[in-house]
């Protein structure tokens, strides 16, 4: 299945299911088969088991749902507005870590590194990346998200699927430089710093624009990941070319952490960033980040 976010005619955002081409109001369609479901995404993930079967159900009775809106109308918004913790991984792609002037690594010799975006840097499909006032070097990084379904610690890398509901595109902009900071006297840990929080700024986690079941896909190995700005071709990969799997990642920040439901676990970019060549995105730049199988992100800057 495929599940949107979408504006209703208040603005507010709605849990809807694609169903070839009309988007099924989940809230709508469950009430018609006696399931309370509401109309947050989020909320009817965190019910797990339950909000599965719904989702089931009212897949299955899609083509009756008492709602039933023209795709190609609908204004999507991020498929989940206000995930529970935003996961991501750093230098699991070898183009992105040779691009970056580093030697190629062994993976048996690392281990992965995750870091975390704020609920609030969230946007979807349509809307604007916004050049934050403390960086004039504003990068784009397309990333596959595999999007946590089963609560879960201590998970094994044999398990780790079963805690996975379904994928999504992920655009990870991230502020390279930062210009208020002249002004202090250096430390250790400066530039780990300057890049965290270069992640963290409004409007720099770009996701949707569907969330796809799992079953949906075969091998997401083998999806297909490109990304475009201003229609000029700057990143092309597979995800098979990850470093970690999605299950590797999942067993190691599952040895850390507690995974829930709606947690968006990023799998980090190829090689092809703005940082190699010094070419950042501008007012006015259109960027597409397309994952296939899983839909296009389309975001103008601003």
Same mark, same amino acid.
């Given at each position: +299945? ?29 009430? /018609? ?12 993930? $965190?019910?797990?088991?339950?909000? +599965? $079967? ?39 792609? /070898? ?41 004039? $070097? ?7 998200? =595999? ?57 720099? =986690? ?19 990941? =490109? ?14 070319? +990850? ?10 920040? =599952? ?11 990023? +799998? ?9 060549? /010094?070419?950042?995105? /501008? ?20």
């Amino acid at each position: +299945m495929r599940l949107v976010s979408y504006r209703g005619h208040d603005g507010t955002l709605r849990a809807g299911l694609i169903d070839g081409e009309a988007v099924v109001d989940l809230e709508a369609a469950g009430a /018609q088969l006696g399931l309370t479901v509401g109309s947050d995404l989020g909320a009817i993930l $965190a019910r797990e088991d339950e909000g +599965m $079967a719904a989702l089931a159900r009212i897949a299955a009775a899609a083509a009756t749902a008492p709602e039933r809106l023209p795709l190609a109308e609908v204004r999507l918004g991020p498929v989940l507005p206000r995930p529970p913790k935003i996961l991501l991984l750093a230098g699991n792609y /070898q183009s992105h870590i040779i691009e970056g002037g580093r030697e190629p690594v062994e993976k048996a010799a690392i281990t992965p590194r995750f870091f975390i975006k704020p609920g609030t840097a969230v946007i979807g499909p349509g809307d604007p990346i916004l050049i934050p006032p403390v960086s004039e $070097a504003v990068d784009y990084e397309i990333e596959i998200a =595999a999007v946590i379904g089963k609560r879960g610690r201590d998970i094994s890398v044999a398990e780790a699927d079963d805690h996975v509901f379904g994928y999504l595109v992920f655009n990870d902009i991230s502020a390279r430089r930062l210009n208020n900071v002249e002004h202090r006297q250096p430390r250790d840990g400066d530039a780990f710093f300057d890049w965290l929080v270069g992640k963290w700024c409004d409007s720099f =986690a770009v996701v949707g624009p569907y969330l796809v079941s799992r079953d949906e896909i075969a091998d997401v190995t083998a999806l297909e990941m =490109a990304l475009r700005v201003n229609g000029e071709l700057r990143q092309h990969s597979s995800a098979g070319e +990850m470093l970690f799997s999605i299950p590797e990642a999942i067993a190691w920040i =599952a040895s850390f952490i507690t995974l829930e439901p709606g947690d968006l676990i990023c +799998m980090g970019t190829p090689g092809g960033v703005g940082a190699t060549t /010094q070419t950042f995105l /501008q007012p006015g730049d259109v960027v597409e980040a397309e994952i296939e199988r899983l839909g296009k992100l389309v975001n103008e800057v601003r």
